[in-house]
């Protein structure tokens, strides 16, 4: 029997009785079926993708189309999580007209439960028009990456009392417009926990301590296949980067040697059958 997909009033019957929630992104059809298997509530398809699997320097160079690729893979595999998907830069923030059209996209052709936006209060009325038009959205404040050149590079946010008041008001700002669910990312502990005990709706941390009702982190960063960097707040929980490489070492050197493939790797073939293709 096919298992139950992870519904928004389950995510928010989790926060009201204080039950974890778990997230994880994930890119492609293999690493979702593991977050799948493994019984996380919601997969993030992050825009992080632009980074992790396609090289770029940051997020801000993804676009609509390799976000709707990649998140298609990922909904052919996904029995029991939620699936989110990041609307990437300059997707939502051009117009409410673009925003609304970019994010059916995502529903429509990737097949994704809701779209995540980033930014605070000055996001509420184009979340208000996504959520008017039918999809669930979930929000992004604190450190946001797709516009960190603006806030003056990966820095954590609200460490003061001002800028802290800011993202208290944004959160209530975008939970009043619609948002089923907020991101906090690089924020200090106190105050995601006092934006999580003002909000009705679940709070989700990246780097922002463990009074959230639920945590997300980067696939590639838990189990070690980004090499470039390591933030803060990433625990790895195993390193396979060092075993992947070994094993194309040691592929390498046993097709260069003749020993790969074996007897074992090879087909027969009836030794009738063999002479006849050297009559005579």
Known sequence: MEPKKITISQLQQKKEKGQKITMMTAYDYSSANFVDQAGI?????????????????STVPVTMDEMVHHC????????????ICDMPFLSYQVSIEKAIENAGRLVKEAGC??????GGSEMAPVV???????????????????TAT?????????????SARQLIKSAKD???AGAFMIVMECIPEVLSARITNELHIPTIGIGAGKECDGQVLVYHDLVGLFERFTPKF????????PQIKGALIKYKEEVEAGTFP???????????????????
């Open 234 to 241: 990433v625990k790895q929980y195993v390193n396979l980067a």
């Open 150 to 162: 603006k806030l003056s590079g990966f820095k954590v946010q609200g460490k003061d009392a001002e």
């Open 174 to 176: 975008l939970e009043e």
């Open 128 to 146: 208000k028009a996504i959520v008017d038009a039918g999809i669930p959205v979930c929000a992004h404040i604190g450190l946001t990456p797709q």
């Open 72 to 83: 298609k893979a990922v909904c052919r595999i996904a029995k029991s999580s939620f699936v």
């Open 113 to 118: 439960e809701s779209v995540k936006l980033e």
């Open 41 to 57: 509530d919601v997969i993030l398809v992050g825009d992080s993708l632009g980074m992790v699997m396609l090289g770029y320097n």
């Open 262 to 280: 074996g007897p074992e790797h090879s087909f027969a073939m009836k030794a009738e059958e063999v002479s006849k293709l050297y009559p005579g």
